[in-house]
């Protein structure tokens, strides 16, 4: 086993005892947990954790222009379209759930067919394909209640895909303190990797606090938007 996954597999085992078993498992590493709630809801757009449009500036601000993107974990969130409408390029939304591909496909306008939905299980399916830019929009926190196995199979598809030019942008209520460690452990920058963060900014007009944790309402809610890329790949990275 590669010294990063036995890191991230002590990491998770961590987290477990100090989180989950004080809380409760909690069922947001259940694929069925999904299925049902995007089964409930009324369709696209359904927004968890930071509004879309919020993430969308964000990103258009980091990347370049007409970005091969890969919206990861999508579920009812038009993030991929919108920012393909800020960068260009085209946008691949992947789920495991097809009720939420087909919701959010039959809800997002899409005149030049920039947009691709593509069921894809981050627990358990090898990478695909090549992509610029990596989003995800607390698909990593969920994925944290399925297993150590489940975060190791998405941090080795995401080094795949990072292995050239490109960025991982994700987005998150879990704060530096706890959330740095996991990121460096699977990623680590002696390896030549580089793992940053910045406080998510709210632009005045869109209210941030609407989510919070994996949809929860909260009033003071804080988000991080952590960033990872090559070390020698900084130049990707607008400055």
Same mark, same amino acid.
């Given at each position: ?6 890191? %991230? ?23 069925? !947990? ?7 809801? @009324?369709? #696209? ?6 509004? @879309?449009? /919020? +993430? ?26 919108? /920012? ?15 009720? #939420?591909?087909? &919701?959010?496909? #039959?809800? %997002?306008?899409?005149?030049? @067919? ?8 981050? +627990? ?29 199979? !998405? ?13 991982y942008l994700y987005w998150s209520d879990d704060v530096p303190e706890m959330k740095l460690d996991l990121l460096r452990a699977a990623f680590p920058p002696d390896d030549g990797w580089d793992v940053s963060f910045t406080v998510e900014d709210d632009d005045d007009d869109d209210n941030l606090a609407a989510g919070g944790f994996l949809g929860a309402?909260?009033? @003071? ?11 020698? &790949? &900084? #130049?990707?990275?607008? +400055?």
């Open positions: 086993m590669a010294q990063w996954m036995e890191q %991230v597999r002590r990491w998770h085992r961590l987290w477990h005892t100090c989180l989950v078993e004080h809380r409760g498992p909690g069922p947001f590493g259940d694929p069925s !947990y999904w299925e049902r709630r995007y089964r409930w809801s @009324s369709g #696209a757009p359904r927004e968890w954790f930071v509004p @879309s449009r /919020v +993430a969308a500036r964000s990103a258009a601000a980091t990347s370049r222009r007409q970005a091969r993107v890969l919206h990861l974990g999508c579920g009812l969130s038009t993030l991929g379209r919108d /920012v393909c409408e800020l960068l260009g390029g085209r946008a691949t939304n992947v789920d495991c759930s097809t009720t #939420a591909l087909a &919701k959010l496909e #039959a809800a %997002v306008d899409d005149p030049f @067919s920039q947009q691709s939905y593509v069921r894809w299980d981050a +627990a358990t399916e090898p990478p695909f394909g090549d992509f610029d830019l990596l989003l995800d929009k607390g698909t990593m926190d969920a994925l944290q209640f399925s297993g150590s196995d489940a975060l190791v199979n !998405y941090f080795d598809a995401l080094r795949f895909w990072l292995r050239r030019d490109a960025l309402s909260s009033s @003071s809610w804080t988000y991080y938007r952590y960033s990872v890329t090559r070390s020698e &790949k &900084k #130049a990707f990275i607008k +400055a």
